[in-house]
């Protein structure tokens, strides 16, 4: 199963696994929510769709030759409340 997204290649492709959301980032890939993996076919579905996911973020970092042992993380913006 291919990754349905290109880990680092860009700051606008997000996937949605059940509840969790991966949000791919030039600098960070991001795993925040909920997923419920069952003992059935769709608790299936989501573990093989989050271990593409992975699979590809893992291969990605192991390709890059230049990996620093760190990285400062760019700081996420902060926007006021429309309705508060």
């Not at 860009?10 to 890939?29: G, K, W």
């Not at 997923?35 to 390709?63: C, M, P, Q, S, Y």
Request: hydrophobic share 40%; net charge negative; proline share 7%.
């Amino acid at each position: 199963m291919p990754a349905p997204i290109q880990p680092f290649a860009s700051e606008a492709d997000s996937v949605h696994i059940d509840e969790l959301t991966v949000e791919n980032q030039t600098d960070r890939v991001s795993l925040y929510g909920s997923l419920i993996v069952t003992r059935d076919k769709a608790g299936l579905a989501n573990a093989r769709a989050l271990k593409a996911v992975l699979d590809a973020v893992v291969a990605t970092l192991e390709t890059d030759k230049t990996l620093p042992d760190t990285v400062a993380t760019k700081p996420t913006d902060t926007v006021s409340d429309p309705w508060g």
